[in-house]
């Protein structure tokens, strides 16, 4: 396997292991991760477990093959919440459309008044 989502899977292994699911009720791992049980699952295991699916799901994805998966030591950060900005363009490693600011029109009016004016 790929070593992109190898330390994530250990992570939710771990959890899992360490889960009420397992230890107390004695269910399989693979019982614990289907609908039935795996509400009762700390919320801790079901973010890795979604974590885990999208980065097996980033793999097959050819619009992130190019880059690879983003490291999981990233998720949360600052550069991770300009992705998902609305109007995000890269360019030269920074944000193209970050400094501009929307008009409500009023501008435009005011710029085709005083060009009537002229």
Not at 14 to 23: D, G, T, Y
Not at 50 to 68: A, E, I, L, P, S
Not at 82 to 98: H, I, P, S, T
């Amino acid at each position: 396997m790929p070593s992109s989502c190898q330390d994530i899977r250990a992570a939710l292994a771990e959890c899992l292991q360490n889960s009420p699911c397992i230890m107390i009720q004695r269910n399989k791992p693979s019982d614990c991760l289907r609908p039935p049980l795996v509400d009762e699952l700390p919320t801790r295991c079901q973010q890795l477990k979604k974590g885990y699916g999208q980065c097996k799901r980033g793999m097959v994805d050819m619009r992130k093959r190019f880059r690879g998966n983003m490291p999981v030591g990233m998720m949360g950060t600052e550069q991770e919440k300009d992705f998902r900005e609305e109007g995000y363009q890269l360019y030269a490693g920074k944000n193209v459309v970050g400094g501009v600011k929307p008009t409500a029109g009023e501008e435009d009016l005011k710029e085709a008044a005083s060009l009537e004016k002229k």
